[in-house]
């Protein structure tokens, strides 16, 4: 009974603290300011006949300097998982959720169709972080090509 009991409050403590750390975490990526929600699916196929909701990945961006760091929401990873460069990054253009996607995302997202390096990604976000997102690539500086459509 008392290995029972004790087995249990270890357990108990150990997810507090998971939750802790986690908390922790979004709130030091959020420390240096500039991030917004922003879901993204890597690796898109060209074309399909409908976009699927597969394959899309909840996170966080934030700006650092000429390039935006994108964390997974669900992770303990202090480093951000995908870093996009803003001299390679192209708009190819934009779309609301169609299908599945219309679940798998936030209620107000807008998808942003993108190139970088050779890769077509996709990014889900809210109507005024795309607005700050596509100002912060045409602000590049001076002789940096920016492409957005």
């Not at 995302?105 to 996709?122: F, P």
């Amino acid at each position: 009974m008392v290995l029972a009991l004790l087995v249990s409050g270890i357990v108990v403590l150990l997810v507090v603290l998971g939750l802790f750390v986690f908390g922790l975490r979004r709130r030091l990526i959020q420390r240096s300011g500039g991030t917004f929600d922003c879901s993204l699916r890597w690796n898109v196929p060209e074309e399909a006949p409908e976009p699927p909701g597969k394959g899309w990945v909840y996170g966080v961006a934030r700006y650092n300097s000429d390039r935006v760091e994108w964390f997974r929401v669900f992770s303990y990873a202090p480093r951000p998982r995908r870093i996009l460069e803003r001299g390679r990054i192209e708009v190819l253009g934009r779309r609301a959720p169609a299908g599945d996607e219309e679940l798998a995302l936030l209620s107000d997202a807008i998808v942003l169709v993108c190139a970088h390096r050779g890769t077509r990604l996709e990014l889900a976000m809210s109507e005024d972080a795309l607005t700050g997102f596509l100002a912060w690539l045409e602000a590049a500086p001076p002789g940096q090509r920016v492409n957005v459509a």
